[in-house]
């Protein structure tokens, strides 16, 4: 068989990370290739490589049977790679034709020169695209934005195409064109790399699935001879037995409930789509789903930093709705939030772990004076108890190794003593060690009676760890399971939207029995 | 084929960066030695006559010191100033500006100051222009805030108004314009009653003025402000990340306009210290601490101790090329500029060595 | 009474024409993302060295030709600071300005106190060189002609220069990837282009343009050093000021620089034309020559509230300006 790309043992780390470990993948010409994998899994970076933005460590890339070596995305256009980001690349104050013009490199030095247009209406044509050329991007929805960047590599002359992620911002009949549109690409002869989470549309689009798992190359197999069930355990694995206590505690009431919530992203797009959720004390409430898929926007909206479009949000019996954050925070509501780059929010990135520490508080000591004194000795109690590993307690944040950068901000949210505690992506990116650290102070906390909502990756912690699972896709929820009563295959088949379990039983999952919601009637 | 690959350093070393920044000065000072060299002056002479501004051998030694003194004091409140807005990222270079305005509203309460007492009255000078160039930095921060107006050519182009507004003052002979002499033909500016003019503390001949005090004990509470309390705090957190500052449930816009408010404030005050001091006021009273505070303050990395330091450096070299112009006349005091700016250039260098180191990329096809 | 008005329309372009020159320089460099409040230094920097060169070679292609490669290597020197070294663009370009002019009055005092004196250039052949060229036929257009028409060669240096940067900037690829990287420099990167490259190209090549226009103030001066006040006199600034009163446009440059000219000529001519007209345009003499001055200032202030507060689609401000690019930076 003739590959368009082979790859052979590749190997990336970011630091301590390695996102990708030893993968070898190979790309048939004329092939569409869905390359399936969890959050964190290394697809991305993998394609980074690709259209060279990021330089592999180690191993080799073959092109058409050739080694090459690409150090940046103008070597990878010339080696006939295109991809599509799944954070569009475009300059939105241009129209269409200006932003592919860009980078086309054969027609000369003038904008309109050997009938540039004609050329890109031609490739549109061929595609079976519907675009005007001459419309602004910032006008463009987001579909249209997406067609535009195919149509961009193609106009390119890229024989290998990448997208990563592409059908996430679509709707069902926009995702119908798309898939359309590549396999008249494929009809062509392009070679087509898919990135996607949902197993129907792997199913539906292509060839052969290769799948990644924790940075590492699990298989490739062939579409036909595999189904939905079977690739999902080779994403999500067989459940690995964690050593991960999980106490039992005895529930209270309902201390935060969450109903009919939606919330817009910053793209004006709703990214969380009428959840019902609650916690009570003393239970930990697991949030799974695929990056993206409306976890920020929750985490933000409960906090106060975003408006919500509806919903209502009782704490203890109180609406929280348009509170600020900071009364938010006065009623013990506690959210740390550990982005990609682990430092974007809730950490002041020049400031010591001392300031760090006071950031939510430092307004509660008397005077005008922030009280540094409790401040270093609450620092050092943190160091010492979380075995942060730092020179000393005026280190900036910034100079501590990513783990440790996690400590400091779990043991700031925790000191404050909140009811409930929101915690996202607690130990993205963490050594084993420094992962066991932070769920033992998480059952601490839960042992208190504090309800905490653990937002996280790795199904198998989650599994061992929260008393309940909630499944979100797209901004759905897809229902609230029992951690003891359900397996990974499902949560894996409900994070991607394959099923939905939230009315099953003719109970509507995500509404408590003993709700503190009452309405006119005096029903829960 | 990018081979060697910039990567920050893990850890800073205050030690390292000093000797960056030696190096870096010492590098600009042999540039100047050069250009020294080419107009026929050996350096070593000149330069010991720069950095002894004039002391040495000097029967009026205590003139330099005042003299000295004369451009350190605005200098030092106003790199002071503009520091807290940049420690906030708010890019304030509207430094000329305010300080024009705080003068102005100065001068308006000295030349109708007849009779009331001196202390009084400086008062009064300081409070009015506090007052003027705080409002002034207000409106540009709430503009900033609300709507995200460029804060950077608002800043510059008030500096350039109020410029032709002080020239107005001066070059204008009119009935109510009581800001000139009503002895001269051509317009002049008048000099303050000594009810405005600063007084000092007499030691011997040197006279210790108030400002010079002011300006110290300034220096030591901004060090305390920025280092200790609340609003310092808000401060460096808002510089930081302001996404943090609002995530940790402060308002941020609040925090912008109060920084914006005392850090013009204290322009505006550098202002009436500095009128009051000389007993006049003119078209180039500012001598350029606004702009020359933006390099001071950058020069220091916005630490406070250091802006202290850096000012006296700057001082020193300007006040050093004053006076060392007696005796070569072929250099003036452009020299202290063109130095400065030499200075500013090698240590932005240096800083950047120190904070970075050159690794070679690992070779993909090798490995 | 017409030879006033043609008098006037020649005014404006003969002394305004710097401005032309330092605009576009800066709204090049500004196109490619970077705020260089240097311009003022720079400009003062290709005068000098235009000049001096000029007068020594006697030719004016020389100046032309030195004054851009000065002004060109203050643009490498703020590239090498901003780009590659990341430094921030604000210090940077003030410190510039702070040097440039210092520059000036040090070689200028140097020189002047030096044996030779500051080098003349009367009756030298760069004098010659500079003097008004009459262009067949359009200068003898009435009224307007001999305003338009009868200029020293630089004018229309300065004129040709805008015309050529809208199309490059318009009209051919290297200006549209100029104008993607000031936008997204992330995207242009993604497409291939160079950003580093294309940086240090154009903001070497708009200080370049800027010195032109400094020569060309030193020339108008007759070559006369002043020692009290720079030859560049606030045109830098004013020019930082016009790229926003130009929406980033070179073309809108040529009509704002008419603009400012404007004002700026009635400050200097307002007592003719109040002498000319004293019916009409008596109440002239009135207005303190101050408030022309400031008018720029006053203008772009206006304009830039105005447009902060309308929506910003229609501002033709790069976007991604006054930021440093870091591709690893994601």
């Known amino acids: 068989m003739e590959y368009a790309i082979e790859l052979k043992g590749i190997t990336k780390s970011f630091g301590p990370v390695a996102a990708n470990k030893n993968i070898n993948l190979s790309l048939a010409k004329g092939e569409i290739l869905a390359l399936l994998g969890e959050n964190g899994s290394g697809k991305t970076t993998l394609m980074n490589m690709l259209s060279g933005i990021y330089m592999p460590d180690s191993g080799s890339i073959f092109i058409d049977g050739k080694k090459v070596s690409i150090n940046s995305p103008e070597d990878s256009g010339k080696l006939g790679i295109g991809m599509v980001h799944q954070h569009f690349k475009l300059v939105e104050r241009f129209t269409a034709l200006e932003n592919i013009r860009i980078g086309m490199r054969d027609e000369g030095r003038f904008m309109h020169g050997a009938d540039v247009r004609k050329k890109i209406e031609d490739t549109a044509e061929k595609f079976g695209f519907d675009i005007d050329l001459d419309k602004v991007v910032s006008n463009m929805a987001v579909s249209e934005k997406q067609t535009l960047e195919i149509l961009k590599v193609l106009c390119y002359g890229a024989k290998i195409i990448i997208l990563d992620e592409p059908t996430a911002v679509l709707t069902v009949q926009e995702i119908d064109r798309l898939f359309d549109v590549l396999r008249k690409m494929r009809e062509e002869g392009h070679s087509i790399i898919i990135i996607t989470h949902k197993l129907n549309e792997v199913m539906a689009i292509s060839d052969r699935v290769a799948v990644l798992r924790h940075g590492e190359y699990i298989d490739t197999v062939v579409t036909k001879e595999t189904n939905e069930k079977a690739l999902t355990e080779l994403m999500v694995g067989r459940k690995i037995e964690l050593n991960i206590d999980r106490p039992v505690m005895e529930k209270t009431h309902p201390l935060l409930e969450i109903r009919d919530l939606t919330v817009k992203n910053d793209e004006g797009v709703i990214a969380v789509d009428h959840i019902n959720f609650y916690i009570r004390g003393g239970e930990m409430l697991g949030v799974a789903g695929i990056a993206g898929s409306g976890q920020k926007e929750l985490c933000e909206a409960i906090a106060g930093l975003r408006k919500i479009e509806d919903g209502q949000m009782i704490h203890e019996g109180e609406s929280i709705v348009g509170m600020s954050p900071k009364k938010i925070l006065e009623h013990g509501i506690s959210m740390s939030f550990i982005p990609e780059d682990r430092l974007g929010m809730g950490l002041a990135p020049s400031l010591s772990i001392t300031d760090n520490m006071i950031l939510k508080n430092y307004n509660e000591s008397k005077g005008i004076f922030v009280d540094r004194k409790t401040a270093s000795e609450e620092a050092q109690k943190v160091i010492d108890r979380l075995e942060v590993v730092t020179p000393s307690t005026e280190t900036p944040v910034r100079r501590l190794s990513g783990g440790n950068v996690q400590k400091v901000l779990l043991g700031r949210e925790i000191k404050s003593g909140p009811n409930v505690l929101i915690t996202a992506y607690p130990v993205r990116g963490l050594d084993i060690n420094s992962s066991y650290t932070i769920y033992n102070i998480l059952n601490e906390q839960k042992e208190k009676g504090v309800g905490i909502l653990f937002v996280g990756e790795d199904l198998d912690v989650m599994l061992a760890l929260c008393d309940k699972i909630m499944v979100i896709c797209h901004g759905k929820l897809q229902g609230v399971v029992n951690s003891n009563h359900t397996t990974k295959e499902e949560l894996g088949l409900m994070m991607t939207g394959t099923i939905n379990i939230v009315n099953k039983d003719g109970k509507t999952d995500g509404i408590a029995k003993d709700s503190a919601f009452t309405d006119e009637e005096g029903n829960a | 084929m990018r081979k060697y690959h910039l990567v920050r350093r893990a850890d800073s070393k205050i030690g390292r960066t000093i000797i960056f920044y030696a190096v870096g000065i010492l590098v600009s000072l042999l540039i100047g030695a050069v250009i020294l060299m080419a107009l026929g002056i050996n350096p070593f002479d000149y330069y010991g006559k720069m950095f002894t501004i004039g002391l040495v051998g000097n029967r009026y030694g205590y003139k330099s010191i005042e003299g000295f003194l004369k451009i350190f004091v605005p200098l030092l409140i106003t790199s002071l100033a503009l520091g807290l807005s940049f420690k906030m990222r708010f890019w304030n270079i509207g430094g000329e500006g305010e300080f024009l305005i705080g003068a102005i509203t100065a001068s308006v309460i000295a030349f109708n100051s007849s009779g009331i007492p001196n202390f009084v009255t400086v008062l009064l000078m300081c409070l009015a222009a506090m007052i003027s160039s705080g409002i002034i930095g207000i409106a540009i921060a709430a503009l ?62 040197f006279k210790l003025l108030w400002s010079v005090i002011i300006a110290i004990v300034l220096t030591v509470i901004v060090y305390i402000y920025l280092k200790y309390t609340k609003q310092g705090y808000e401060i460096s957190v808002v510089g930081d990340s302001s996404a943090t500052a609002k995530y940790a449930g402060m308002s941020v816009g609040k925090i912008v306009l109060r920084t914006m408010f005392i850090s013009s404030a204290m322009i505006g005050l550098a202002a009436a210290l500095t009128v009051s001091a000389s007993g006049t006021i003119s078209d180039t009273v500012t001598n350029n601490v606004g702009w020359t505070g933006i390099i001071v303050a950058w020069l220091s990395k916005l630490s406070v101790p250091a802006i202290f330091v850096t000012s006296i450096l700057i001082s020193i070299l300007q006040y050093g090329c004053q006076a060392a112009a007696t005796q070569y006349p072929a250099i003036d005091s452009n020299y202290a500029d063109l130095l400065q700016g030499l200075i500013l250039f090698s240590v932005l260098v240096a800083d950047f060595a120190a904070n970075f180191k050159i690794v070679k990329k690992e070779d993909a096809k090798n490995a | 009474m017409l030879e006033v008005f043609t008098l006037f329309l020649f005014n404006i372009i003969v002394y305004n024409i710097p401005l032309l020159y330092g605009t576009t320089g800066e709204i090049m460099i500004e196109k490619s993302g970077s705020l260089n409040l240097g311009v003022e230094g720079t400009m003062a920097i290709g005068a000098v060295a235009g000049y001096l060169v000029g007068v020594k070679a006697d030719n004016l292609f020389v100046a032309v030709l030195v004054s851009f490669i000065a002004s060109g290597l203050v643009g490498l020197l703020f590239s090498f600071l901003t780009v590659t070294l990341q430094a921030n663009q604000n210090v940077t370009g003030l410190t510039i300005t702070t040097f440039g002019v210092a520059f000036y009055y040090f070689i200028g005092n140097a020189l002047a106190n030096s044996e030779g004196g500051w080098p003349r250039m009367n009756g030298t052949k760069l004098a010659e060189q500079s003097q008004a060229l009459e262009i067949p036929g359009l200068s003898k257009i009435p009224f307007i002609g001999e305003a338009l028409f009868s200029h020293g060669i630089l004018v229309y240096l300065g004129v040709i220069i805008a015309i050529l940067m809208w199309l490059y900037f318009n009209k051919t690829v290297p200006g549209l990837k100029l104008r993607a990287i000031g936008e997204n420099p992330g995207a242009a990167d993604s497409l291939g282009v160079n950003v580093t490259f294309y940086k240090y190209a154009h903001i070497i090549a708009g200080s370049g343009i800027m010195g032109i226009g400094g020569l060309y103030m030193g020339l108008n001066m007759g070559g006369t050093f002043e020692g009290s006040n720079c030859w560049i006199n606030g045109y830098g600034w004013i020019s930082i000021a016009l790229v926003i009163f130009a929406n980033w446009s070179p073309a809108k440059a040529l009509l704002g620089t008419l603009v400012f000219g404007f004002f700026n000529t009635l400050r200097v001519q307002n007592a003719a034309l109040a002498y000319a007209f004293p019916n009409a345009l008596g109440w002239l003499t009135k207005i303190p020559s101050h408030f022309f001055s400031a008018l720029p200032f006053i203008i772009t202030l206006i304009v830039l509230i105005a447009s902060s507060l309308s929506s910003k689609k229609k501002s033709g401000e790069p976007q991604a300006i006054g930021r440093n690019y870091y591709r690893e930076d994601r």
């Open chain 2, 144 to 205: 900033k805030v609300k709507f995200n107006t460029n804060e950077t050519l608002m800043t510059l182009m008030i500096n350039y108004i109020m410029l032709y507004v002080i020239r107005y003052i001066g070059e204008t002979k009119a009935d109510w314009n009581f800001f000139l002499r009503e002895d001269s033909e051509r317009p002049k500016f008048g000099t303050f009653p000594d009810s405005a003019v600063m007084t000092g503390i007499p030691l011997g001949q």
